[in-house]
């Protein structure tokens, strides 16, 4: 497998040793990473698959700055997270399946509102509302209160906020799950051009289609540890298998049985 080497001088995302852990009861520490190294190169899509509870969302919590690990270190788009936090936040655009807008605000207001999180100036905000309303197709409902819109459209505005100040780096939490194909479609054309404009991105899926159609190279995650870190023919390769199914599971299971 990699030999996970993350001072590359590409990488807009590198994470070294990452670990987390959380108190549970009695004060014992519950270990959601253990040891998570790997880089993400710009316009690279880097797919990140594991089972439930394997770590996957609180590494993508940690990259995006949004918990702090228990150990290691993290470097966003040339910035350390870990010593400047604030600074390397506002490189990354973090959605997830979960991610939710005010449905009292309409669009542009919740673009507004999030500009102003950013720290972005009004004029900027506003000057990025109109491309981003422009690119997404997003005019006719732009002033409409969110909870009159659709799923696909409550997803452009998602999406729009995510890109609202311009990052170099998106990570994406099964941003797909629960949508309906044409939902899902704008997800992935999003990622896809995301890709083209040379954006690192990495994202997590439980799809395998979409992990196919969509990632560079395949991460794999078990018990809060990084497996490999492969393009998908050597991944096939290294696993001796035909489609990223079966190599998924054949990662897994040799784990397991060590």
């Not at 490189?91 to 207001?109: A, C, I, K, W």
């Not at 899926?205 to 050597?234: K, Q, V, W, Y």
């Amino acid at each position: 497998m990699d030999s996970f080497v993350t001072n590359r001088s590409g990488a807009l995302i590198q994470a070294e040793h990452l670990r987390k852990e959380f108190h549970g009861p009695g004060g014992k520490p519950i270990v959601a990473v253990a040891d998570a190294t790997f880089y993400v190169e710009a316009g690279e899509i880097f797919g990140l698959l594991g089972p439930n509870g394997a770590g996957k969302t609180t590494l993508l919590r940690m990259l995006a700055t949004i918990i702090t690990p228990t150990s290691g270190h993290r470097v966003i788009a040339g910035h350390p997270a870990d010593t400047s936090p604030n600074v390397a936040r506002r490189h990354v655009g973090f959605l997830s399946g979960n991610t939710r807008v005010y449905g009292r605000l309409t669009p542009r207001e919740v673009l507004r509102y999030f500009g102003q999180l950013y720290e972005m100036a009004l004029p900027a905000i506003a000057q990025r509302t109109e491309e981003l309303s422009s690119s997404l197709d997003m005019n006719s409902f732009l002033d409409r209160r969110c909870d009159t819109l659709s799923t696909g459209q409550t997803q452009k505005v998602s999406i729009a906020r995510v890109l609202l100040h311009d990052p170099d780096v998106l990570i994406l939490d099964e941003p797909t799950l629960g949508l309906d194909i044409m939902a899902r479609t704008t997800i992935l054309e999003f990622v896809q051009q995301a890709k083209r404009r040379n954006h690192s991105i990495i994202f997590s899926t439980h799809d395998m289609g979409e992990a196919e159609l969509l990632c560079d190279r395949i991460g794999i995650i078990f018990n809060g540890e990084i497996l490999c870190a492969s393009p998908l023919d050597e991944l096939m390769r290294q696993t001796q298998t035909t489609n990223l199914h079966d190599a998924f599971l054949a990662v897994i299971n040799r784990k397991a049985a060590a």
